[in-house]
Every structure is written in structure tokens, then in C-alpha cells.
């Protein structure tokens, strides 16, 4: 599993991107993906919308809006795990995390 960090506004309506290219044996491609927002227990995370979501040969793209706001004076504010589940035309199957932290800015 690979995971990557972010920031965002619960206001902003952003994109985010997973390259798959680097996990994928050669002539393998990507024929599904998910994206699942969650809270650090793993139960869904109803702040959080996913509003689009779409995928290339090597890639994924999710947009995303909401978020609950965290604590500005701690160190990571709300953390947000999205999990991006792919299947590939080889039949593997993988996962991706996107940690937001959400600040009011």
C-alpha cells in the first residue's frame, strides 16, 4: 500500500491523483477503482463527498468537497484517510490511501 499527504479547505472542491504506473507489472493495466473516504477507525467518513471519480491505463483521478475541520493548534487537524481500491486487467488488486488534513483557511 502506498499513501500520500495533503492539505485542504472543507470549502474547496480539488482533484487528487493516484499514479499507479510504478506498481504495475508491465502490460498491466487499470479496469476499476474506487475511492472510499474513512475515518482512522475504518468506518465510512460522511464529511468528506466524493463528486467525481475516473481512471486512465496507470492512473486515478478523484474530486473531492467537505471535510470536518480540525483542531488549527494541533499538529494535524482532521485527518482523513480515502482509499483508493483498484483492479487491474490481470486481475490483481491493490489500495492507495490519501491522508487530508482539513484546515478552515
Same mark, same amino acid.
Given at each position: ?17 493516484? &499514479? ?7 502490460? &498491466?493495466?487499470?479496469? %476499476?477503482?474506487?475511492? +472510499? ?11 468528506? +463527498? ?5 481512471? %486512465? ?20 487537524? %482532521? ?27
Amino acid at each position: 500500500m502506498t499513501i500520500w499527504y495533503d492539505v485542504k479547505d472543507p470549502s474547496a472542491v480539488l482533484d487528487y491523483e493516484g &499514479d499507479w504506473a510504478p506498481f504495475l507489472v508491465p502490460g &498491466d493495466t487499470i479496469t %476499476a477503482s474506487t475511492w +472510499t473516504p474513512t475515518l482512522p477507525g475504518g468506518e465510512l467518513d460522511h464529511s468528506i +463527498t466524493v463528486q467525481s471519480a475516473s481512471f %486512465a491505463p496507470t492512473n486515478t483521478t478523484v474530486w473531492l468537497t467537505g471535510g470536518a475541520v480540525g483542531d488549527p493548534m494541533q499538529i494535524f487537524g %482532521a485527518m482523513h484517510a480515502i482509499v483508493n481500491h483498484i483492479t487491474t486487467s490481470q486481475g490483481r488488486q491493490d489500495n492507495q490511501t490519501l491522508y487530508l488534513d482539513i484546515f478552515q483557511k
